[in-house]
């Protein structure tokens, strides 16, 4: 797998992360008998963008490393 790959496989996961939290949290309502789903979509959401900026730092640092290497 190549840096690239890495790094656009995390921002894509970063960028569905933010759109499933961004989703679940529009017309949020306390009165809304979906309350706790749309909580639980909002934490997924949290979750899967941590990940994947994660996924971002290490392809940065192993992208930093290979720089190292080289130079």
Known sequence: MSI???MSSGLQSLQAGINR???AGSGLNVENDEFAGKMVAMRQGEIEAKAAANVIKTG????GTLIDIRG
Do not use: M, N
């Open 4 to 6: 690239s790959s890495i």
């Open 21 to 23: 939290a961004a989703i």
């Open 60 to 63: 940065d640092q192993i992208l």
